[in-house]
């Protein structure tokens, strides 16, 4: 089955710096990666998404990169803020049967975004 | 749009009683609903896919007779823990698959919390 690796699992920046996150998969049938934020005590919210036939994708301060080939992809946020500060977990997906995408997510991400 | 709901929010309750949760969609149909538990400082860990009129499709490791969930309508679905122990106390999402997309969207979260 899939497995999804994520680093690192701490990352601490200065406010108006930029953040990066990695994540692995090992599943070449995945075709969907989604990056969720997670805020203490509340369900995940979708940041951005990309899927396995674009390499690259921006939504104003975040971005996130795929390369297939290597079957990585990361999350970058650029200009960082405080209320960046939360949880991030990226997610690989594939086609499970009749039943949509089968998420399998990374182990998550602590960022703090230091004033 | 996209919106889902969760109900309750948080739950206290004794030892060896049933608690029901419900994860609604506001805004759009859901044919495929998954139930993920959570422990603090962890990834999300998927207990079972719901389809509206079928029975849900557990992963390994997770009793069905345990947590009993029923997908009776295309914007409710309902996780039951029944006979709660304390071993049971975690946070629990749901989400909703919007169909035509690849994308899950995540309720709030409900905190059980078996004394």
């Known amino acids: 089955g899939e497995n999804v690796e994520q680093h690192p699992s701490t990352l601490s920046v200065q406010e108006g710096d930029s953040a990066v996150i990695k994540c692995t998969y090992s599943d070449s049938a995945s075709n969907y990666f989604p990056w969720y934020k997670q805020e203490l005590g509340k369900g995940p919210q979708l ?8 390499g690259e994708k921006k939504d104003q301060r975040i971005a996130v990169t ?21 949880v991030y977990f990226c997610a ?22 230091l004033p | 749009g996209a919106v889902v709901s969760q109900h309750p929010s948080r739950v206290i309750c004794k030892s060896g009683t049933s608690v029901k ?37 557990y992963e390994q490791g997770v009793e069905k007779d345990k947590f009993l969930i029923n997908h009776a309508s295309l914007t409710l679905s309902t996780l039951t823990v029944t ?14 698959f919007l169909g035509g997309t690849d994308t899950q969207y995540f309720g709030p979260g409900t905190r059980l919390t078996v004394l």
């Open chain 1, 47 to 54: 940041i951005i998404d990309i899927r396995s036939n674009v």
């Open chain 1, 66 to 86: 795929l390369n297939k080939t290597a079957k990585h992809f990361s999350l970058h946020i650029t200009e960082t803020q405080p209320e960046d500060s939360a």
């Open chain 1, 92 to 113: 690989a997906a594939a086609y499970r049967d009749n039943y949509g995408q089968n998420f399998v997510f990374g182990p998550g991400t602590r960022l703090s975004v």
């Open chain 2, 21 to 57: 949760i419900e994860c609604r969609s506001l805004d759009f149909q859901a044919t495929t609903m998954f139930w993920y538990r959570q422990f603090p400082k962890q990834s999300l860990m998927l207990m079972a896919t719901s389809n509206e009129g079928s029975k849900a499709t």
């Open chain 2, 83 to 96: 006979s709660a122990h304390p071993e049971d106390s975690s946070f629990y999402i749901c989400s909703a």
